[in-house]
């Protein structure tokens, strides 16, 4: 597409994934690969996210998409390849250990605690922090960006909706302030109508400026509000380039939306 045929919405567009494209690289993963036992789940996988960016990784189920977050995140031994975060290698180090420099994920399953309320559980989030005064601004935040939450701040997390504890989760991670946020699956078996409020919120996140690193089935939503994607098979990348580009790609329709 020429800039000459382009509409004004698709031309801003342009311009602003060219102006992220330009930014810092926050996470870079090279030649990655993870086993299980006998089985090679993730097969040497290379990409990158950027600062001020939504990036979607999408994949049939066992491309090896969450494992490779889990990968990222040290919640899962890697074998060869490397993971920079913030320019440095991160492989080997733990989960507990990359939150305080701000690489936290927001895992399949939510993982709330359950016998504690809202509130507690957002506490816990900043639990690495000190400053009293900005974990009660963020607190704030999370509370307006998730209203509902506010509603039943006192609440026990495990009486809510499975939707619902999706916000409290995403809203616990948003509390460790991430630099990268890591999104795996959210919105796996929730109603079409919480579906479509979590991708609201994905998006409303994405537009305060954190970066997102977006693990999605839903290959038409994910790479609707994506500034890129990439697409895993078989524990390879096959496919990655501009968002709306992969989506109006065939072979991306015709393998994940059924076209």
């Known amino acids: ?38 089985i090679q789940a993730v097969k040497g996988v290379d990409f990158e996210v950027r600062e001020g960016e939504l990036v979607s990784l999408i994949g049939s189920n066992g491309a090896g998409k969450t494992t490779t977050m889990k990968a990222i995140t040290g919640t899962l031994p890697s074998g060869a390849g490397n993971i920079e975060f913030l320019g440095r290698s991160i492989k080997g180090r733990g989960a507990w250990d990359l939150v305080g420099e701000g690489l936290v994920m927001v895992p399949e399953g939510r993982g709330v605690f359950t016998r504690m309320t809202i509130t507690e559980n957002l506490q816990i989030g900043a639990y690495i922090r000190s400053d009293k005064a900005g974990i009660a601004s963020d607190m704030e935040r999370v509370f307006v960006t998730f209203p509902r939450l506010r509603e039943r701040k006192d609440q026990l997390a495990g009486t809510m909706s499975g939707g619902e504890q999706q916000m409290l989760a995403m809203g616990r991670a948003l509390m460790a302030r991430p630099k990268v946020l890591l999104l795996d699956e959210p919105t796996m078996g929730l109603s079409p109508i919480m579906c479509d409020k979590i991708f609201e919120v994905v998006q409303t996140v994405a537009a305060q400026g954190v970066t997102i690193l977006l693990v999605e089935q839903n290959a038409n939503r994910a790479l609707q509000l994506a500034d890129r ?9 096959t496919m990655d380039g501009d968002a709306k580009e992969l989506l109006r790609d065939p072979r991306v329709r015709a393998a994940y939306l059924g076209e």
Do not use: D
């Not at 045929?5 to 993963?29: F, H, I, N, P, W």
């Not at 994607?229 to 990348?237: H, N, T």
């Open 1 to 38: 597409m020429t800039e000459a045929t382009m509409t004004s919405e698709e031309a801003t567009r342009a311009t602003a994934v060219q102006a992220k494209a330009a930014g810092k690289t926050l996470l870079k993963v090279s030649g990655l690969k993870v086993g299980y036992g006998g």
């Open 229 to 237: 994607g990439y697409v895993m098979e078989s524990g390879l990348i």
